[in-house]
Nanobody, 126 residues
């Protein structure tokens, strides 16, 4: 099993930046796939970014390409999401996710993950 704890959320103005962190309770080098998702009330959870940790292959949602960067620090067992040029539509609860098992590629679908953090709120004002 793995526990995931997100941090780094907050309130920023449009155009600003935030960096989210996700601390994992076990070595991220042993987790094949990790990702970031977001959700607003009444909407389905949306994949934002995913990384296949073995190969380093990354996938992003079209809505965040060029603005968000996913990365991981295996020495700190931490996953990051650097968010730049934030827009009001980026406002959401952001979740870290991990797939503990054998995976061969990144994946932006929630069903491709079996562990989730509690979330951290990001609010972007215009």
């Amino acid at each position: 099993q793995v526990q995931l704890v997100e941090s780094g959320g907050g309130s920023v103005q449009a155009g600003g930046s935030l960096r989210l962190s996700c601390a994992a309770s076990r070595a991220t080098v042993n987790i094949d796939r990790m990702g970031w998702f977001r959700q607003t009330p009444g909407k389905e959870r949306e994949g934002v970014a995913s990384i296949h940790t073995l190969t380093g292959v990354i996938d992003y949602a079209d809505s965040v390409k060029g603005r968000f960067t996913i990365s991981r620090d295996n020495a700190r067992n931490t996953l990051y999401l650097q968010m730049n040029s934030l827009k009001p539509e980026d406002t959401a609860m952001y979740y870290c996710a991990a797939y503990f098992g054998r995976a061969y590629a990144p994946n932006l679908l929630p069903a491709a993950y079996n562990y989730w953090g509690q979330g951290t709120q990001v609010t972007v004002s215009s």
